[in-house]
């Protein structure tokens, strides 16, 4: 699996959780994102920082309440997670664009390398 993703697990609305996702020299390269798919939906974007954790770009749906960063000594992006709601109940990836990206982008066919995905789930 080119990207390890973990810490979804379940909480009550209004809750927090941490995910992480850890890459490698191959696939930790340039813009990193997180994705999320609900059963029976599509996948939508969370979220997305650049290579310098300069740039970032959230879902409006997320926006202030989600924070992702990044470690590229330990090659991982990470998603923390505030005020938890139920409708944010999905199945969280992370993903990596090929090295030569340098804008972001929110669709999911900018980015090359997948994670095995972690669930989330927040009761009402």
């Known amino acids: 699996v080119p990207l390890q993703a973990c810490g979804g697990g379940f909480v009550q609305a209004g809750g927090s959780l941490r995910l992480s996702c850890a890459g490698s020299d191959r696939t930790f390269n340039s813009i990193m994102g997180w994705f999320r798919q609900a059963p029976g939906k599509g996948r939508e974007f969370v979220a997305a920082?650049?290579?310098?954790?300069?740039?970032?770009r959230y879902a409006d749906s997320v926006k202030d309440r989600f924070t992702i960063s990044r470690d590229n000594a330990k090659k991982t992006v990470y998603l923390q997670m505030n005020s938890l709601k139920p409708e944010d109940t999905a199945a969280y990836y992370c993903?990596?664009?090929?090295?030569?990206?340098?804008?972001?982008?929110?669709?999911?066919?900018?980015?090359?390398?997948w994670g095995q995905g972690t669930q989330v789930t927040v009761s009402s």
């Open positions: 920082i650049s290579w310098n954790g300069g740039t970032l």
């Open positions: 993903a990596a664009t090929p090295s030569r990206v340098t804008v972001i982008s929110s669709t999911p066919a900018s980015y090359t390398f």
